[in-house]
């Protein structure tokens, strides 16, 4: 997306520099030429709009996305990525606390349960993944499924935890194989928590036979705020927000919300996040 648009702004500041020039401007560097055809088709990238579901009445019930995982399946991915920090991007953030501390209260999963009942920290575990994943059999057994869930979590993927909670039957989901009594509870929970990676990305892994999430979000850039310019800022975007067409998306926001247990409640509510007009 930055590319294109520096693209476009880069051909803009060309043309009105041609035009100043009174003379047309032809390009003698032509990139597209220099490759050839791709070979195979061009990937293709679904991205879903979500809102949050930890946000939503309480009387919703996770049953009701089943027509949205099912469309989701149908599509068949190779590949769910989750709006969710790495393992490895949360590692390096622990260890600048002075820039990153608030984020990683955040947005980070507290792996030391985990790397106490697995002696991995998260690289160590990270790198474990890795190499059980490349050798990783077609059906593996029960307790090698226990053990890559008690890898995913030391590693910092409860995403990808869950993927494996999913996979196993529910008498196969129990502490063992790297697990504590502990971080079965914590997986238990996570089947039902109002959560999109959880209730929706975990879940089409799952059905799909994925054997992992990718966690794809990052707060590198992140740094402390002071108290001032936080109030400051949240003035300033109040304010922006204030207008008839925000008002109009949340009145929307309402009626959909509303009719959210109807047959096809949910898929209306996607449908009309993922609209074109909504974006606008």
């Not at 990676?197 to 799952?206: D, G, K, R, S």
């Amino acid at each position: 997306m930055f590319t294109r648009l520096a693209s476009f702004l880069i051909l803009g500041l060309c043309s009105a520099g041609a035009l100043a020039a009174d003379a047309p401007y032809r390009p003698t560097f032509h990139p597209d030429q220099l490759k050839g055809p791709p070979a195979g088709r061009p990937n293709e990238v679904l991205v879903l709009g979500s809102t949050h579901l930890s946000g939503l009445p309480k009387t919703f019930q996770p049953a009701l996305l089943e027509p949205l995982l099912q469309r989701l399946v149908a599509w068949k991915p190779e590949l769910i990525a989750t709006e969710d920090l790495s393992g490895l991007q949360c590692d390096f953030m622990r260890r600048y606390p002075a820039r990153y501390a608030e984020s990683v209260a955040t947005y980070c999963f507290d792996t030391s349960a985990a790397q106490a009942a697995t002696g991995l920290d998260v690289p160590a575990a990270n790198t474990e993944v890795e190499r059980l994943l490349s050798n990783w059999p077609h059906d593996p057994t029960p307790a090698q499924r226990r053990r890559l869930a008690a890898l995913f979590l030391a590693a910092g993927e409860r995403g990808s935890a869950q993927v494996q909670w999913l996979r196993l039957l529910a008498a196969e989901r129990k502490d063992g194989d790297g697990l504590s009594a502990a971080l079965v509870e914590f997986l238990d929970k996570g089947l039902a928590r109002r959560n999109e990676t959880n209730l929706i990305a975990a879940e089409v892994a799952a059905r799909l036979g994925h054997e992992r999430l990718w966690a794809v979000d990052d707060h590198t850039a992140d740094s402390p705020t002071p108290a001032e310019d936080e109030a400051a800022a949240s003035a300033a975007i109040t304010g922006a927000w204030k207008n008839k067409h925000s008002q109009a998306r949340r009145d929307a926001d309402k009626r959909l919300v509303a009719d959210l247990d109807k047959p096809d409640g949910v898929l209306a509510l996607y449908r009309a996040y993922n609209s074109p007009a909504a974006a606008m």
